[in-house]
């Protein structure tokens, strides 16, 4: 049974770049997640997909966020003119509706970007 | 709108200790609580949930009981372990809405 899957694991970038991160969720789940997370804090949900759709973003998702699920299975999250105050943990959770626990999400490790 | 709060970590406990970890909401409507649990270096693990009032979760001797009344979902532990040392997240969802609200964790930390 593979678990949720996030690429790279670790990422350090310096200011004003651009990252992506990978997401590959639990191959029978319908619906991707993504959170973010500093330090001392719980995730904060950052926006969501059914399939390929996005159905919904955070306020926290700035212009400088975007996310894709193309195909309906692995998700990417790119980072625009990165700013230091992107530097987080950033989680992918999977899930599957209509399911018998259609709100347990699975998560996966984490990317860990550090912006200097 | 809606929120979660948890007692401050960290919580430092000797093996075979009793564990409560004090996790109260706020909340619109009627929400499905959660307990996660991270162990260092490891991804968000669902330890338990309930779904409605009076529902108790439980999983490796961990218990949880939704409390309408008092707005709490506490996790409880009669003995704990060393290997139980991780940082817990309370948490809520909707059911058919699907984000997740979390505390902002607790650590525990359990010496032999």
């Known amino acids: 049974d593979t678990g949720v899957s996030q690429d790279p694991r670790h990422k350090i970038t310096k200011r004003g770049q651009n990252v992506t991160f990978r997401c590959d969720p639990i191959?029978?789940?319908?619906?991707l997640y993504w959170y973010r997370q500093t330090l001392g804090q719980g995730p904060e949900f950052l926006t969501y997909?059914?399939?390929?759709?996005?159905?919904?973003k955070s306020r926290l998702l700035s212009d400088r966020f975007s996310a894709e699920r193309p195909k309906g299975s692995f998700s990417t999250l790119e980072i625009q003119r990165t700013e230091q105050g992107d530097s987080a943990m950033y989680l992918c959770?999977?899930?599957?509706?209509?399911?018998?626990?259609?709100?347990?999400?699975?998560f996966g490790p984490g990317t860990r970007l550090t912006v200097t | 709108g809606d929120s979660v709060t948890q007692m401050e970590g960290p919580v430092t406990l000797s093996e075979e200790a009793f564990l409560t970890i004090n996790c109260t909401y706020t909340?619109?409507?009627?929400?499905?609580l959660f307990w996660y649990v991270q162990y260092p270096g490891e991804g968000l693990q669902l330890l338990l949930k309930a779904t409605k009032a009076d529902d108790k979760g439980s999983n490796k001797g961990f218990e949880a009981t939704y409390r309408k009344e008092t707005t709490s979902f506490h996790l409880e532990k009669g003995s704990v372990q060393v290997s139980d040392s991780a940082v817990y997240f309370c948490a809520l969802s909707y059911s058919g809405y699907s984000t997740l609200t979390f505390g902002k964790g607790t650590m525990l930390l359990v010496s032999p």
């Open positions: 909340a619109t409507g009627y929400p499905s």
């Open positions: 997909f059914q399939n390929e759709a996005q159905l919904e």
């Open positions: 959770a999977s899930s599957l509706v209509g399911g018998k626990g259609a709100y347990e999400q699975y």
């Open positions: 191959s029978e789940h319908n619906r």
